[in-house]
């Protein structure tokens, strides 16, 4: 990010795969992520927003004190009549904690328009309209915006994400030294992404987190060489943590999660974790009795490992997304929906070797899902989606990204489920304008993605007006999608999000 007084006026929130990123400070502003909701709604969260008329004309209309979006964050500290000084950034990387910030009396403009501007009843409402990063902005503007905005109400639903060097402090003498995470108490973060670390940080974190014991229910590791022991230390102090992540992490082993499992665990997702294999879904099994959701993408995880699942995790565990699990066939459908026949989410994005007769499966005995992701499954065909329709009358949600043997014929099928609210039909090569047709008696869609289908026209697509219930449309890299036909959606679909 460049210096606001060179003239950049580059918003701060640049999404990355739905993520927020804002670097961490020593005041304790730290990172942040987003990552709830569909891209095109991540997307909508990083947008320049207005601020809301909730202040008095007279500050309103002010012309020394512009109220202009939010494109560039410090028209709020314009508000507020406040400048950063030099060589600060966007985000106050050099305002610590301590600084001297202006009082009201030292604001410009009448006694009535600086009381406004601190008056914590406005401020309440204001900062509701704001997104995480502009959040971190105004939080600069002086100690009562700070106040106000370091109220734990405002922070829910972000999970800070701290990467190793953003940890310590080096010292005059060259020596490190831990930050201070007491802004993230202050908010009440009770959820953090640690990358990169190893045990020692891992320690040093629960050392220097006030909440760290009881407070933190969620720790997501990310790329990190945290070992058995590191693992076994972080489950056993952090007494609250009820949700667990570990991506890219290969120096635990399988043995190491026999060792720290706990049972108070309900929420668990390993993903490109070397060591994580048929073993690892023995340890999950049996030491998580109150299991709800699963999240696994493992490339060495066979059939076998799906029939490990106890009666009690048959009845407690709703949500299992088996992603890029390639050794998984039919035959672990089998033990999987007998094993867990209360799922309402399911996942097989990525098991290429799954079959319209595993969907049958699926279909014929887990009647509760409300949403299903058969993504990357190149060997599904119209005939899944038949087991679909005729079984699966709660389902929601339908991906199919990328299954490239869907054709107009299966779209038929659907075209009869009632309750389907999101249909992702991304990179279906086949799909053409006369299976649309099929999908404009579906009054219940909410959001349809058609991204990357090459076979659609113009023709076909202007179609689609007749959902007037739609609220978001894909068509990124859709041939058939162009300016005229975007134009004509705005003037007929006018509360659709269309995403070009």
């Known amino acids: 990010m460049s210096n606001p007084r060179n003239g950049d006026t580059k918003p701060p929130c640049l999404p990355r795969n739905g993520l927020v990123k804002i670097p961490t400070q020593p005041n304790g502003l730290g990172s942040a992520s987003i990552t709830k909701g569909t891209p095109a709604v991540k997307n909508r969260l990083c947008q320049p927003s207005s601020v809301p008329a909730i202040l008095s004309p007279a500050l309103a209309h002010r012309s020394d004190l512009p109220i202009p979006s939010l494109a560039s964050p410090l028209s709020l500290a314009a508000l ?29 403009g009448s006694p009535l328009e600086r009381q406004l501007a601190v008056d914590e009843k406005i401020l309440n409402r204001l900062f509701w309209y704001f997104s995480a990063c502009e959040k971190c902005v105004l939080a600069q503007v002086c100690k009562a915006w700070r106040r106000v905005l370091y109220q734990p109400k405002f922070w829910v639903g972000l999970t800070p994400v701290l990467h190793t060097k953003e940890l310590y402090n080096v010292l005059p003498g060259g020596e490190k030294e831990f930050v201070s995470l007491q802004g993230f108490a202050v908010r009440g973060f009770d959820g953090f992404c640690l990358v990169g670390v190893s045990d020692l940080d891992i320690c040093e974190f629960i050392d220097n987190y006030p909440l760290s014991k009881k407070g933190v229910k969620s720790m997501s590791l990310k790329r990190s060489t945290i070992t058995d022991a590191g693992l076994e230390v972080m489950l056993e102090q952090m007494q609250g943590v009820v949700r667990l992540e570990l991506s890219g992490c290969n120096d635990f082993t399988e043995a190491g999660l026999w060792s720290s499992l706990n049972a108070r665990i309900t929420a668990l997702s390993v993903s490109d974790c070397i060591n994580v294999a048929d073993d690892a879904i023995a340890a999950i099994s049996q030491l998580l009795p109150n299991l709800t959701e699963l999240n696994l993408q493992a490339y060495h995880v066979t059939d076998t490992a799906l029939a490990y699942f106890t009666a009690k995790q048959g009845y407690t565990t709703h949500t299992l997304r088996l992603n890029s699990c390639w050794e998984i066939t039919n035959h672990g459908v089998v033990n999987m929906v007998h094993s867990l026949p209360n799922l309402s989410v399911l996942s097989l994005s990525g098991c290429s070797k799954v079959t319209d007769d ?87 869609l909410r959001l349809l993605s058609l991204a990357g289908c090459p076979l659609l026209t113009t023709t076909g697509l202007s179609g689609l007006v007749q959902l007037q219930e739609l609220e978001e449309l894909e068509l990124t890299n859709c041939p058939g999608a162009t300016p005229e036909l975007f134009k004509y959606f705005s003037q007929h679909l006018p509360c659709c999000m269309v995403i070009e």
Not at 80 to 106: D, K
Not at 410 to 430: D, I, N, P
């Open 358 to 444: 595993g969907v049958e499966l699926v279909a014929e005995n887990l009647r509760k899902l409300r949403s299903l992701d058969l993504s990357w499954c190149p060997r599904i065909t119209d005939m899944a989606l038949e087991y679909i329709a005729c079984d699966l009358h709660k389902l929601e949600e339908l991906v199919l990204d990328r299954c490239v043997r869907i054709t107009d014929t299966g779209l038929s099928y659907l075209s009869t489920m009632s309750s389907l609210r999101s249909l992702y039909l991304r990179w279906c090569c086949q799909v053409q304008d006369f299976g649309l047709k099929h999908l404009l008696s579906m009054g219940s």
């Open 80 to 108: 507020a009549g406040v400048s950063s000084p030099p060589g600060t950034s966007l985000v106050g990387l050099n305002t610590s904690e301590g600084s001297e910030q202006p009082s009201p009396e030292r604001l410009p």
